[in-house]
C-alpha cells in the first residue's frame, strides 16, 4: 500500500514529519501499554508540532456550523465547572487542556484532509493492519480461547492503551468497520483477501469480549456500509440486509425480547439512568456542573457508579437543559453531512463510523474530554472527517481505490 504524504514533492518536510507522528499516534492504541505514555507521546510528538501547522486550518474551520456548534457545546460544559459543588481550578485547567489536545486533533485532520483528502483515508487503512496484528496477539495469548467451545465467563481485553473490556471492543470494533469498507472498495485485488481475513479476526475479537454495546455497534455499522450502496447492487443489499437483521436479533436478545429475560449488562443500565435523570431534575436548566461526580447508583455495599453511561444523560446531569440542546446541533450537523456524503458522493465510511460512536456514547459513555482513550477513536476521528467535508474538502467519489 502507498501512503500519500502531505507534500509530495518532498520525502522528509515538517508537515511529513507530522503526519508521521500522526499516524504513529493512531497505532499508538494497540501498541502502547498505557494510556500515559500515549498521552505524552500525543502532547510532544504530534500536539506541539502541530501548532505549526494550524493557525490557516482554524481559520478555515469556522465556516463550518459544525465546527461551531462544537465549540460551543464545550464552552458552555466547561463554564458549568464553576458551579459544581467541588469546584477545583486545576481539574478545569486539567479540562481545558484535554479539550485543546482534542480539538487539535480534530484541526490536524481536517488541515490533511486540505493538503490531499485521501491523507486520512490511507491512515485509517495502514492503522487497520495494525489493529489486525494486535487482535491476533491477543486471541494467541487469550487462554480460554483453549477451551474452545467451552468458553469460560472470561472477557478478551486486547493489548494496547485501553483499559477495559468495553474499551477494546470499540477500537478494536471501529477498525473492523474501516477494514470491511477497504475490502468493500477493493474486492478482488489480493490485498482485499488479507483486509477480509482481518475484518473476521476483529469479529471474533468483538466476540470474545462479551461486549453487548461493541457488537451491536459492529453490527450495524457494518450492515449501513452496505445498505448504502445497495441501490442498484443486489450483492451488497443483501449482504446488508443480513447483516442489519443480526443486528436487530441481537438487539431483541439483549433486552429479553427473544428469550424473557434481559441481558445484565442492560438490566443495570435502567437503574443507573433513572438515577441520573433524578440528579438532572435537581438542576433542570443549567445541571449540576461538570466537575460534580455524584454516585449515580449503589452497586453493592460501599461502592457507587458515577458513571451515568450515556453521554447525553451525562450532559443533562452536568449541563442541564443548556448542554443538551447545545449538544443536539452537533449529532444533528454531524448526520446530516454523514448522510450527504453516503447518499450524494457514495462515501458512507464516515457516516458509519460516526453511527459506531453514537452508539457506544448512548449507552456506553459519561463525559468526553479525556486524554487518549477510546472516544478519540470512535468519536472525534469521524467527527473531524465530517467537519472536513462540510467544509468541501471531499469530493464525490474522490477517495480513489488504494493499491493492492
Not at 22 to 30: C, D, S
Not at 67 to 73: D, T, V
Not at 143 to 150: A, I, K, R, S, V
Request: proline share 4%; hydrophobic share 55%; aromatic share 16%.
Amino acid at each position: 500500500m502507498v501512503v500519500p504524504r502531505p507534500d509530495l514533492n518532498r520525502h522528509w518536510s515538517f508537515a511529513n514529519a507530522v503526519y508521521l507522528t500522526y499516524t504513529l499516534f493512531l497505532a499508538g492504541f494497540f501498541v502502547v501499554p498505557n494510556a500515559v505514555d500515549l498521552y505524552k507521546f500525543y502532547i510532544l510528538m504530534v500536539f506541539f508540532p502541530g501548532l505549526f501547522l494550524l493557525p490557516s486550518t482554524l481559520k478555515v474551520c469556522w465556516r463550518s456550523p459544525l465546527w461551531c456548534s462544537l465549540i460551543a457545546y464545550l464552552i458552555y460544559m466547561l463554564v458549568s465547572s464553576f458551579w459544581s459543588q467541588e469546584f477545583s481550578l486545576a481539574t478545569l485547567r486539567r479540562d481545558v487542556l484535554y479539550a485543546v489536545y482534542i480539538l487539535s486533533f480534530i484541526l490536524l485532520t481536517v488541515y490533511f484532509f486540505a493538503r490531499n483528502e485521501q491523507l486520512p483515508n490511507r491512515v485509517m487503512y495502514l492503522v487497520a493492519l495494525v489493529v489486525m496484528v494486535a487482535a491476533i496477539f491477543s486471541l494467541v495469548s487469550f487462554e480460554p480461547l483453549t477451551q474452545f467451545p467451552n468458553l469460560t465467563e472470561a472477557r478478551l481485553s486486547g493489548v494496547g492503551a485501553l483499559g477495559t473490556v468495553n474499551e477494546s471492543a470499540f477500537v478494536y470494533g471501529a477498525f473492523g468497520v474501516i477494514a470491511l469498507d477497504y475490502v468493500r472498495r477493493n474486492w478482488g485485488q489480493g490485498l482485499a483477501y488479507l483486509y477480509a481475513a482481518g475484518f473476521a479476526i476483529i469479529v471474533l475479537f468483538v466476540i470474545l469480549t462479551q461486549s453487548n454495546t461493541g457488537l451491536l455497534a459492529l453490527s450495524v455499522a457494518c450492515a449501513l456500509l452496505f445498505l448504502f450502496h445497495a441501490r442498484g447492487n443486489s450483492r451488497a443489499l443483501h449482504i446488508g440486509l443480513a447483516l442489519g437483521l443480526a443486528a436487530c436479533l441481537y438487539l431483541a436478545w439483549s433486552l429479553g425480547l427473544l428469550i424473557g429475560t434481559m441481558d445484565m449488562g442492560f438490566s443495570l443500565r435502567w437503574p443507573i439512568w433513572d438515577r441520573a435523570v433524578k440528579l438532572w431534575q435537581s438542576a433542570p436548566v443549567f445541571g449540576l456542573g461538570y466537575q460534580t461526580a455524584p454516585g449515580v447508583i449503589e452497586i453493592k455495599d460501599g461502592v457507587n457508579i458515577n458513571y451515568a453511561h450515556s453521554l447525553f444523560l451525562s450532559t443533562l446531569r452536568d449541563g442541564g437543559l443548556v448542554g443538551f440542546f447545545l449538544l443536539l446541533p452537533v449529532y444533528g450537523l454531524a448526520f446530516r453531512a454523514g448522510l450527504k456524503m453516503a447518499l450524494k458522493k457514495s462515501e458512507p465510511l464516515y457516516l458509519c463510523l460516526f453511527i459506531f460512536g453514537f452508539i457506544v456514547v448512548l449507552v456506553s459513555m459519561d463525559q468526553i474530554l479525556t486524554r487518549p482513550r477510546e472516544l478519540w477513536l470512535v468519536l472525534w476521528l469521524p467527527l473531524a472527517c465530517l467537519i472536513a467535508d462540510e467544509l468541501g474538502l471531499i469530493k464525490s467519489k474522490s477517495l480513489e481505490r488504494p493499491s493492492g
